[in-house]
């Protein structure tokens, strides 16, 4: 019976051990530099190997001073600092000299480079450096700046969320809801890069802003986006266009809404296009394009073939010329077949950039064509990123409209 007990204890005891034990490496937030984004530029010194290295860290204080969080009534929302480095992976421990705490990227949201950076043949040595010694997650999102990270951090300052962490996640969410930019991640970055077979696209934004009007509200870059009022400085818009792990160029917010409907995936939600009115020349109509199915891609690599069916469900949600489409099923035609036909033609002129200014393709037609190899030598030696800007390709748009306005009767605009 005595033997029993002393038995139990010892088995508690080791219970509580155990239990115990899982708070061995806990980290209280106190002790903890928690970084919201990292940059990467050129070193400033053009005859350093090194890199600069830019940190945006989360004040956890900011925003609690009625809660009772203890934070000074003139705290900043974000620190940032920016100095020069080997590579990113000892950056953590050099930034110690300036930073008292433990550098961590826990609720890290975004990796920015600048694109002068991004264009060296040597920014994946340095991104590739992420794989090998950094605890973060792949699915962070991945920009390219007009200018430095440090410019760019410091001019971004958002009105409505003071919270840095939340802006980040609001404003990918939304604007890769919209199309406006790609769904742009640093895992994507590796992935595509490591195949070679496609064409990259990344987040496009900057803290520059035009002046100059625009013919197209809807077709612009980041930078090319003129607006008045007070706001945050930053505005993203388009791609970042990577070959081969080095940018090469860039796409509008067009460009980028096609090169995402061409690809077999189900991403596009909420696309508006403006478009030409059928009906009188003097209007443009803005419709609402919604992908239901996937692209069907069929690749023949005997005739060096490309074609692809393009199924999209379109609703009309202006009607400036006043034409009435419920009565008319010539006018439901005629709406009809002028929106596929315009779509068609940007799909068209957006493949041909692809082609001649690109060299490569943004829509992952890569997947398609090795089906059609038995192994990965095979395809390898078919080479399909020089073999693409030589082959047919072949785009079959089926537009089904579905919705052209709920108003029944439209008035008279002379009365």
């Known amino acids: 019976m005595i033997y029993n007990q002393n038995l139990n204890k010892i088995l508690s005891l080791l219970l509580l051990c155990l239990l115990l034990s899982s708070c061995a490496d806990r980290t209280e937030v106190e ?4 970084i919201l984004a990292v940059g990467l530029d050129k070193s400033p010194n053009d005859n350093s190997d090194n890199i600069q290295v830019t940190y945006l860290i989360a004040n956890p204080k900011y925003g609690t001073e009625q809660q009772g969080g203890g934070a000074p009534p003139n705290a900043a929302p974000a620190e940032i600092i920016s100095f020069e480095a080997s590579d990113i992976i000892s950056a953590e421990n050099i930034a110690n000299a300036v930073i008292a705490k433990d550098v961590t990227y826990n609720i890290l949201r975004a990796f920015v480079v600048s694109e002068e950076f991004a264009k060296t043949d040597n920014f994946m040595r340095w991104m590739y450096d992420i794989t090998k010694g950094i605890a973060l997650r792949r699915d962070i999102n991945f920009l390219v700046t007009k200018e430095d990270p ?3 951090f410091e001019k971004n300052q958002p009105v409505l969320e003071s919270r840095m962490h939340k802006y980040f996640k609001f404003v990918f969410e939304q604007d890769t809801k919209t199309g406006q930019i790609p769904n742009s991640v640093v895992n994507d970055l590796f992935r ?9 696209l990344a987040i496009y934004a900057t803290a520059e802003q035009s002046d100059q009007p625009l013919s197209n509200p809807a077709n612009y870059k980041a930078g090319e986006f003129p607006y008045e009022g007070r706001t945050n400085f930053i505005n993203y818009g388009g791609s970042a266009v990577f070959k081969k792990g080095k940018m090469i160029g860039t796409l509008t917010t067009e460009e980028t809404k096609l090169s995402i409907l061409l690809k077999r995936t189900l991403s596009a939600e909420d696309m508006l296009f403006i478009l030409e009115d059928p009906f009188n020349d003097a209007y443009e109509m803005t419709i609402k394009v919604e992908q239901r ?5 069929q690749v023949d690599i005997k005739n060096d073939t490309i074609t692809v069916d393009l ?3 379109v609703d009309v949600l202006t009607n400036h010329s006043m ?3 419920a009565d008319s099923t010539t ?9 596929r036909s315009q779509l068609h033609n940007k799909i068209e002129k957006l493949i041909k950039k692809t082609k001649e200014e690109l060299k490569g393709n943004p829509f992952a037609w890569s997947l398609a064509a090795r089906k059609q190899f038995l192994t990965i030598p095979k395809y390898k030696a078919y080479n399909w990123m020089e073999k693409y800007p030589d082959m047919d390709v072949k785009v079959s748009v089926d537009i089904r409209v579905e919705n052209v306005g709920r108003q029944v009767e439209l008035p008279k605009m002379k009365e």
Do not use: C, N, W
């Open 31 to 34: 002790t903890s530099a928690y």
């Open 150 to 152: 440090l410019t760019f």
């Open 192 to 200: 595509i890069t490591a195949a070679d077979g496609d064409l990259f």
């Open 293 to 297: 199915e996937k692209a069907d891609v």
């Open 311 to 313: 199924p999209l469900a």
């Open 323 to 325: 034409v009435d489409f």
């Open 331 to 339: 006018r439901q035609h005629e709406l009809k077949e002028s929106i």
